[in-house]
């Protein structure tokens, strides 16, 4: 035993200890359930993201879900087997609610996936911490005390420590799982310490554990071959596990409100925690599974290795679970709650699970009136008053509890173990926490609220301004060079003219192309109309030829000349076709003034404007074809997303959307920019009359 | 000569504090009511009109100038107007039913299915909480919602629901202490 000093903290209950029950027999492999449900949710911070997906096969140690952001950990599948479902369902919370988790259904074989070890070794020679606390931080390394707070984050940026606390004291009543993890398992257990000190570069390590598991003393004693490591036995006195009460026992350093242990030179780790991280850095296991002691009122209370999500109803089948269990306490019984249900699987924050039995766990007496008596704060080990905090949390005086520093309560809840009146004092207290979290996130959403909400009237009026501004911009331009311009233009005449022209045939060409493609109603009747001038014109043309040969008697020189003749003037009339296309064309794209001038352009069109026309006939036939084929084809077509009874619907009501719409932008189009100042005003009618319609509505439904 | 040294002496003093007064009164001046602040701070920040105001910041103004009642916040709620009391020293008083009442928490929901791309429920949202384009799905950015329902009045095909936001366990709070009635003998 060491002659170090052993100091003391304010306050502190004794429980009855009920360790021997779960702590005489060795830790024991779990059952191997047929099927595991992973919550998601396995530290503080945010959850797990999943990457797999349902029906995917996993293999023991494959990692499911990995972490989202720096304050998470990954989730490995504890065993082989198919994930049969990623949904929300029962977890270990006092909640009661549904959470995301990964269900795998075990295959039984328990195949291992192919590991590599991490050189940490040579990460940490080169400097690289960083990629070690990433390395942890994928192995799913968390706290295994209770807390669950990621491991790598508690490694991060530190020069040198002066302490480094391991936490073997557990204090809590019942659990043993740390104790016979420190019995069975010490080597490992001193060389994942002997890695954390030199992670953390500490200056001393020191274990502190409860005078009530001497063997466990003993055998660290053993393992710790040399003088690096000193095993502080401190006495047993609840909640000396602690941290911050564990902290003040080995090294006397009151770590203050608001301040974390690491900048007075302390850290904390929990004995399971170090196991867990010699088993990643050297074994290269994720965390997959975790001791818990199972006790109350089972046949074989005791300690079992169980893979993370087995289901908490098999593990009490496998600890031999008696008749007369009035509930299930997750944790120990000081800081433990009831769990609402046994399919929620195990989490990595599970250390206990308690059986109570009536005769064990009496009924909490009736709560009294608190008479102010001050056994709470002598017994609070984080020195508040606890008397004090109750009764701001029981009146809802959340600001009040707040300044008497409610939130340095570690819920240990020694104040209500001690209480003459039954008062559940805790319970208050987490109430009241829970109540100020959520108020704080509510006062986070208004704020973001409000930021945007103002950034959207700074934007709709810097959009006015800018479209105001424009206006006057263009305004200003059309007034003054209109006389310029004109001069200039009339200068320019016949240039203009020509470049007109020459754009105006472009522009008939182009759109006699896209006729050919696509299509406008317009084209197709002009076409059309076209089609049937022609028409029209070679019917003349051969009632003119039957006349003549009529006339001529079937002379074929004459014919042939006829023909010619004919051919002559279908190609004039064509031609005069074309040229009045082209000058209505002009006409409706440009100016009427245009018109004249496309009179002076058909010498240039002739040729290439018939065979143009031509073409276009041959794709308006064959457009036309097609349109009836589509139109045979259609009722069939139609025919099956009718049966679908939405869609008629969802057609009327874009109907009736669109035609709302285009009388909004019709009556937007003739605001003018003073009308438009007096939207706000028209907004709020559009408000007062939301609430009248509201108002209808309540009554109605009253 | 008492009489004019005590008149002088005072004279001179009235000055002096008069220009220090009128110097603070420059140096020190506020230029947003402070209490609009405060009231703003209280109020949820949904931006949703049903106390009648264009937004909770005009409501704040009105309640600071004495033009609105506290009790016209719905989204606030009863402890809303608690709190607002407690501030201004004024009595609790009931919410107004007129204004509404007091709802869990929603947000709104845009069913994919039957949105046509319309853009009318984004310029409607006060927070720019919906993302789209014309004709283009539009979609709701449930962390950014505020609940307001004013979206779900201009959509032409009323695709908009508002969905409450259930318990999570992340979000869940502990209940106050039930503490239990003694049995009293039949």
Redesign the interface.
Known sequence: MSARPIYKFNGGVHPPEHKRESSGTPIVAGPLPAQLVLPLRQSIGNAAKPLVAVGERVLKGQLIAAADGSVSAALHAPTSGTVTAIEGRLVAHPSGLAEACIVIASDGRDEWEARTRFDWRAAYDAGNGRAIRDYLRDMGVVGLGGAVFPSHLKLAGRDALDTLIINGAECEPYITCDDRLMRERAADLVAGIRIVRQLLNAREVLIGIEDNKPEAVAALHAAIDGADIEVVVVPTLYPSGGAKQLIKLLTNIEVPSGVRSTDLGVQCFNVATVYTIYRALEHAEPVISRIVTLTGNVARPGNVEALIGTPLSDLMAFAGEQTGTREHIYGGPMMGFALPGLNAGLSKAGNCVIATAPADFPDKGREMPCIRCGECASACPAELQPMDLYWFSRSREFGRAQERNLFDCIECGACAYVCPSSIQLVDYYRFAKSEIWAAEASKKAADKARERHEFKQFREEREKREKAERLAARQAAAAKPATTADAAAAADDAETKAAKIKAAMARAAERKAAGETGDTQATDAMDAEKRAKIAAAMEKAAARKAHLESLQGGEAPVAEAVDEAKAEKIRAAMEAAAQRKAARDAAKADTPAQAGETDVAPAAMDDAKAAKIRAAMEAAAQRKAHRESLQAAAPVAEAAPAASALDPEKAERIRAAMQKRDEEKARLAAMSSEERAALDAERQARIDAARVRAAAKKESEQ | MSFWLALGLMIALALLLGAILGVAAIRFKVDEDPLVDKI?AI?????C??C?F????PYATAIANEEAEINQCPPGGDDGVRKLAELLGKEYKPLNA????EKPRALAVIDE??C?G?T?CIQAC????IVGAAKQLHTVIAS?C?GCE?CI?PC???CIEMRDVG???????????V??L?KVAA
């Open positions: 703003d109020l949820p920040q949904t931006q009109g049903q009648g264009p937004g909770c910041k007129e204004n509404g009442a299915n039957i046509i319309c009318l006060p927070v720019d909480a950014e505020t004013l009045a032409p095909v009323d318990e999570e366990a992340a979000t869940w709070k502990w209940r106050y202490p503490i239990q003694r």
